[in-house]
């Protein structure tokens, strides 16, 4: 849950782009807030379930992301 908490504060933290956005080779959003939101909902509301990590996991992958945009 601590990872969660984390991830929270982060996207409070910054400002999360608009329109499309491509967040690896295979995943583009095209509502990036709403994604993030949906995803930080489902890990809150399966926490300690490991067949949902792929929402934390998901988070992350936008996090690093995220960061290599922002310090560019």
């Known amino acids: 849950m601590a ?3 984390r ?3 982060y996207f409070e933290s910054v400002q999360i782009p608009k329109g499309e956005f491509r ?3 295979a995943t583009v959003s095209h509502n990036l807030e709403k994604s993030i939101n949906t995803m930080l909902l489902r890990a809150g509301e ?3 379930n490991p067949t949902y990590k792929g ?3 998901g988070l ?3 996090e ?3 960061k290599e945009t ?3």
Do not use: C, R
């Open 23 to 25: 967040i690896n080779a």
């Open 55 to 57: 929402s934390i996991v």
């Open 70 to 72: 922002i310090t560019q």
């Open 60 to 62: 992350q992958e936008i």
């Open 7 to 9: 991830l929270k504060s």
């Open 46 to 48: 399966n926490a300690g």
């Open 64 to 66: 690093a992301v995220l």
């Open 3 to 5: 990872e969660l908490e």
